[in-house]
């Protein structure tokens, strides 16, 4: 007996919530569950988090949550409780398996089987943006060692637990050489861990053009946070329907199973919509619990409900489906199927169960950091370098001098271009005059010389060499 966590949810949450609890009781679900309360009317109350302080105490002490979507207000400050409850309880992993179930259900890609493992907690998604001048925000891409580390390493543990042959990393690093430059270099360090797993790295762009193409080339895809946000919404729509899709969220401690899609609304209360996206992600928790033999049967009742062509609406088409029917039937005709397998559609078979452990991220010693500059940020109207250039260099000192100016990372000081469109937000590096050694009193020199001259500073970011390893990026045209 497993307790549980269960929010209904939304819109037609509780319908397709009813719907998978009662197939997976049917099929036998060791489960004791305590229902909580989330969403629009906590957020509505006057709780912007969408969530009491009561449910959290629930979901901390059951560590397995099955949530329907809910639906975030508009506007009012609301914060996203999906983003925060994968954050708050460290859900590391975002798992979403997709695979098209051809003839049944219409898709280019009658063979596409893969799995995309999502980093959930940082890049982008740390949310930390500011204005920083009229022109110009800006939003701070956070990749950290243990988050690549986390990942990577489950993505591999994954693969070696469910019988995949292949993980594939995605990145951008010819373009971001420090954040992605470091998912890679870790993808390729943990690689080396598993040689009975296939590896390779795609440079996003032209990745997810193949897998957009070509599914069936891919097995497990792993990627940081945004890229895996947009893409595996492709991924669960060319397999024939976002509406067939579940997704894990994986922690050390918790986890957290629901729908890809969200709290569909206008489709509310009318005995509709499709429950198959939460029952796969009830599957995925059964699974995690160790529940495998049950997840099984309820799979193969599934598919075979698939293949007889009994449908909702979303899903329905002429000459393919037999019956349209409303989400109760669905259910009923799932729970009626329980104990057969699907007879063109391959049987699943679900031995492997429980949780991927892995190990916790243990802290390495600090490295030798060696100051080598400073990348002051600067707040100008003009349009012409040289002239904020005559200023900058007013603010050199005796171990930092003025080296580069860029604008929107290209260089336009010394020798730049006059084709080259300038904002209002300058990148002023000052890099240690040679045989110096520059502390950070020589920066805040720096700073309050500008102060003197009137050259308005914004931030500040220094730039250091790790164990003589350069820490920053060169200007473009450098
Ligand atoms: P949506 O996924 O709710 O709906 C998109 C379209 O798909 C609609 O036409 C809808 O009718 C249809 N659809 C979705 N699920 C279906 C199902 N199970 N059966 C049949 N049809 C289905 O996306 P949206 O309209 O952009 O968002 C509605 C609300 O859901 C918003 O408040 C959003 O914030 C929320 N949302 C929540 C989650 C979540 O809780 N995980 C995820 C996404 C969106």
Not at 75 to 83: A, D, F, T
Not at 294 to 310: C, F, H, R, S
Request: proline residues 4%; glycine residues 8%.
């Amino acid at each position: 007996m497993t307790r549980i966590t269960v929010a209904k949810g939304d819109g037609i949450g509780p319908e397709i919530m009813d719907a998978t609890l009662m197939i997976i009781k049917a099929a036998g679900a060791k489960l004791e569950i305590d229902e909580i309360e989330v969403g629009e009317k906590v957020y509505l109350a006057g709780n912007t988090a969408g969530i009491s302080d009561e449910a959290w105490e629930t979901i901390r002490r059951n560590k397995i949550f099955l949530k329907a979507p809910i639906t975030t207000p508009q506007g009012g400050g609301y914060k996203s409780l999906n983003v925060t409850t994968r954050k708050t309880l460290g859900l590391f992993a975002n798992v979403r398996p997709c695979k098209s179930l051809h003839p049944f259900i219409s898709t280019k890609h009658p063979n596409m089987d893969l799995v995309i493992i999502r980093e959930n907690e940082e890049d982008l998604y740390a949310g930390i943006e500011h204005q920083q001048t009229d022109e110009v925000v800006q939003c701070l891409k956070l990749i950290s060692r243990p988050g690549c580390e986390k990942i990577v390493t489950y993505a591999f543990e994954y693969a070696r637990k469910y019988g995949r042959k292949k993980v594939t990393c995605f990145t951008k690093d010819n373009i971001m050489k420090q954040t992605d430059g470091l998912f890679h270099k870790v993808f390729d360090e943990i690689a080396a861990k598993y040689p009975e797993i296939e590896n390779e790295h795609w440079i996003i762009d032209i990745g997810a053009a193949k897998m957009a193409d070509t599914p069936e080339a891919f097995d497990v895809i792993v990627m940081p946070n945004l890229y895996g946000d947009v893409l595996s919404d492709v991924a669960a729509q060319i397999t024939g329907s976002v509406g067939l899709a579940g997704s894990s969220n994986i922690g050390h401690d918790h986890a957290m199973f629901e729908a890809i899609h969200g709290s569909a609304p206008r489709r509310a209360g009318q005995n509709l919509a499709n429950p198959s996206g939460l029952l796969q992600g009830a599957i995925l928790m059964l699974q995690h619990i160790g529940q495998s033999e049950i997840a099984e049967k309820v799979q193969n009742a599934w598919l075979k409900t698939m293949e007889d062509g009994i449908h909702t609406y979303d899903i329905f088409k002429e000459g393919v489906s037999t019956q349209k029917v409303g989400t109760k039937e669905f259910a009923e005709a799932v729970i009626a199927n329980l104990g057969q397998e699907p007879k063109t559609l391959k049987k699943v078979e679900l031995k492997n169960s429980g949780l991927i452990n892995i190990p916790r991220h243990v802290r390495a010693p600090r490295a030798k950091k060696e100051l080598v500059g400073v990348d002051v940020f600067v707040h100008w109207e003009g349009t012409d370098p040289k002239k904020i250039a005559e200023e900058l260099q007013k603010m050199n000192n005796d171990n930092l001098k003025l080296s580069m100016i860029t604008n929107r990372g290209v260089k336009v000081w010394p020798q730049g271009f006059e084709e080259t469109f300038c904002t209002d937000h300058w990148r002023c590096r000052y890099s240690a005059v040679e045989g110096a050694t520059p502390s950070k009193k020589d920066i805040l020199e720096v700073l309050a010389k500008a102060e003197e001259v009137g050259v308005d500073t914004i931030k500040t970011e220094n730039l250091y060499l790790f164990d003589g390893v350069r820490g920053y990026s060169l200007g473009q045209g450098q």
